[in-house]
């Protein structure tokens, strides 16, 4: 059984987006033997005519999230997309294995250190989270990045 990412993103706002630069990701995802869990195509088929259906969506997104084996977020813009930002937070308060991908160059952090906000690398480890960052869709399949290996792995640990 392949081991399940949920893909963090806040393209599937945009029909444009959505056609144009999910895929390429995805395909990079599931190259590497992931079955990819992206929240727009499993969780928004609903009736947004119908009242109560954003929280049936914030549900199945959470509930997502808990089952996922892992999280991938697109953290591109400044700020990031704060959906995405509650959906790192959780994947991180749950101690899941957390990749990150921007391939935005516009600056978002006070930090000399980290590209972003420094709590998004609280679920990395400290020495190698450039391991867990991604700046590029050729580095997604990359064997010398975490996720090559986390996907290929039997157990793995941060």
Request: glycine share 4%; net charge negative.
């Amino acid at each position: 059984m392949p081991k399940t990412i949920y893909l963090a993103n806040p393209y599937g706002f945009s029909e444009q987006q959505k056609a144009l630069i999910l895929p390429p990701i995805i395909a990079q995802l599931e190259n590497l033997g992931l079955e990819v869990w992206e929240p727009f195509a499993r969780n928004n088929q609903v009736d947004f005519e119908q009242a109560g259906w954003a929280y049936r969506i914030a549900q199945q997104d959470y509930a997502d999230v808990v089952a996922a084996d892992a999280i991938f977020a697109v953290v591109n813009g400044v700020p990031p997309d704060e959906g995405v930002m509650v959906e790192l937070g959780m994947a991180i308060a749950l101690r899941k294995p957390t990749f990150l991908f921007r391939d935005d160059f516009r600056r978002a952090t006070d930090s000399d250190e980290y590209p972003l906000n420094l709590m998004l690398f609280a679920g990395m480890p400290e020495q190698s989270w450039r391991d867990y960052y991604y700046t590029s869709l050729a580095e997604i399949a990359s064997p010398a990045k975490a996720l090559a290996r986390w996907a290929s792995a039997e157990s793995w640990s941060v």
